[in-house]
């Protein structure tokens, strides 16, 4: 077997914790890529993969990406992730949850973990039951920080579609942009729900057919089929579905001047970014316009750490700011001649440390 180490996308996380609990059947892996700033906060994902080196890759990935994400956000959190790694059947018991929740909990306070796809704001609720490191648990009140952070991220992806539409077309409203937009789930669900307020005009895919076609009918969208719409012509192609889908072939295919959408890891590759500004399209680097939901999942847990009710306009004020971090990386990209995923990357590195 391969070390850890030579893997990669191993970038020296500080710690990588292989989980297996047979009395419950629990398989995971926590990732911890940097504590530098601050506990490495992240969510759990709930995958069946086809191979358990895929499913490493992703925790070694997507903790990187944490730690870049939370940096970019202002958030004192480093990044961490963990990956329960599912049967074909995605059986998910509650004898899982706990024991992941003593897992989580024995780390004590080095990870601090929510949703992320597959797991619901009722299986964090289950976690919690184990250990305290954990956010993104049901609020009361309209006012009140927290929760399922998919409406947050969902938010923050809409103010970086108009700041990438401003920035790339010159327009300053999306009102009749045609935005494509791949996986209708809690965050790209509440993306085309905000984008249709606006009258955007929207094209909706997900392998759930019923569930685009639903969506699409309510707001007034056209149908594509999830192998069709990243070559849908339009004007921003918003990826919100699985990560790795720009590579050769699908940046090839697109036909959109703007890649912007909340999906961890579109990029295949580091150098999947250099071909989109190749072709000449503006993209919004995943972990920087994705932010909103670390946002509220972040600010509810320091909230509670200091006893303290979170303010909801706090969390809207700081996801209001990730159009301004946008322009700062576009323009710089711009006046360096470096991809905008590369620009990201090294203000990222330099936040925790590594620059
Ligand atoms: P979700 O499970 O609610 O939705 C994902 C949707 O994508 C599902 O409806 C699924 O059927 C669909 N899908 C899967 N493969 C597809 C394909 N090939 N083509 C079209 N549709 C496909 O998950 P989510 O919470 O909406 O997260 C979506 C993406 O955003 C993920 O990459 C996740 O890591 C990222 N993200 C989520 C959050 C959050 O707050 N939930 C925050 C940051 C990033």
């Known amino acids: 077997m391969t070390a850890f180490w030579t893997e990669a996308d191993f970038d020296d996380h500080e710690h990588v914790q292989l989980v297996r609990d047979r009395k419950s059947g629990l398989t995971a892996i926590i990732a911890l890529h940097s504590t530098h700033l601050g506990p490495g906060a992240g969510g759990t994902r709930f995958w069946h993969y086809a191979e358990p080196k895929d499913a490493i890759r ?5 903790s990187r990406g944490m730690s870049y994400k939370n940096a970019m956000a202002g958030l004192p959190m480093g990044g961490g992730k963990a990956v329960i790694l599912a049967d074909k059947n995605r059986t998910k018991t509650p004898e899982m949850l706990a024991a992941f929740g003593d897992v989580v909990n024995a780390l004590g306070g080095r990870y601090v973990t929510a949703e992320d796809v597959g797991i619901s704001e009722a299986d964090m609720v289950a976690v ?7 956010s993104g648990l049901p609020v009361t009140g309209d006012d009140a920080a927290g929760g399922d952070p998919g409406p947050f991220t969902a938010m ?17 409203s999306v009102e009749g942009v045609h935005v494509a937009i791949q996986g209708i789930g809690s965050v790209g669900g509440g993306v085309a729900r905000l984008l249709a307020r606006d009258g955007a005009k929207l094209t909706l895919s997900d392998i759930n057919e019923d569930r685009a076609k639903a969506f699409a009918r309510e707001l007034g969208g056209e149908y594509a089929a999830p192998e069709a719409v990243m070559s849908v012509s339009c004007e921003v192609f918003s990826p919100n579905a699985l990560g790795a889908i720009l590579d050769d072939e699908g940046i090839a295919r697109l036909d959109a001047p703007i890649v912007a959408g909340g999906a961890n890891n579109q990029l ?3 150098g999947h970014g250099q071909k989109l500004a190749d072709r000449g399209i503006l993209y919004a680097p995943d972990y920087v316009i994705n932010a909103g939901g670390i946002i509220s999942v972040a600010m509810e847990y320091l909230c509670k750490q200091h006893g303290e009710p979170c303010d909801i ?16 990386i576009w323009q710089e ?4 001649g470096v991809s905008s995923d590369a620009v990201a990357d090294r203000m990222a590195q330099k936040l925790i440390g590594r620059g």
């Open 58 to 62: 992703d925790a070694l990935r997507l």
């Open 128 to 134: 919690s039951k184990r250990t305290d490191y954990v």
């Open 156 to 172: 923050g992806i809409y103010h970086g579609i108009k700041a990438a539409v401003q920035h790339k077309l010159g327009k300053t």
């Open 268 to 270: 295949a590759r580091q």
């Open 313 to 328: 306009n706090e969390v809207r004020k700081r996801i209001a700011q990730i159009p301004g971090r946008l322009e700062e």
């Open 333 to 336: 990209s711009a006046s360096t």
